[in-house]
């Protein structure tokens, strides 16, 4: 039998599942009337995972380009406005961060998702598209993940 995880490390195995835990927590966070320490929580597991999954150094020089320091600012400083508890403001300045720095993985993302039987009729409209379109730069590296 052949296993398809044995290809990851088991840093990548727990990363993932810190990050999808974090994404859990974030989600009940803001389910839960924005609850800050949810939030808090949800912030924290998400960036050690995101830091086993990717490695450390990747992860250091992920948040340390010059380009990105708008969305690193607006993320870093959304978790400190979660953690002083100022959770409203505190996701908004975060999912600004996050769009700012993952922005242009999502037309990848999308063209990825066509692909799949049932929702990719819908990531096949031209209105969705576009609006995937439109957080593509256009630059030589459009095309290439984040990270």
């Not at 450390?56 to 002083?84: C, N």
Request: aromatic content about 18%; charged content about 15%.
């Amino acid at each position: 039998i052949h296993n398809s995880f044995v290809m990851f490390n088991d840093n990548t195995k727990i990363g993932t599942g810190l990050l999808f835990l974090g994404c859990v927590f974030l989600f009940l966070g803001c389910l839960f009337f924005f609850d800050s320490t949810m939030l808090a929580i949800g912030d924290v597991l998400f960036l050690m995972g995101l830091t086993l999954t990717i490695g450390v150094s990747r992860t250091v020089r992920f948040f340390s380009r010059p380009d990105r320091l708008r969305g690193i600012v607006a993320f870093f400083g959304g978790v400190f406005l979660v953690m002083i508890r100022w959770p409203i403001i505190g996701m908004m300045s975060q999912f600004y961060g996050l769009i700012y720095l993952f922005g242009q993985f999502f037309p990848i993302a999308a063209e990825s998702m066509k692909d799949i039987p049932v929702i990719g009729e819908f990531f096949r409209l031209p209105q969705v598209e576009q609006f995937f379109a439109a957080f593509s730069g256009g630059g030589s590296d459009s095309r290439r993940a984040p990270v």
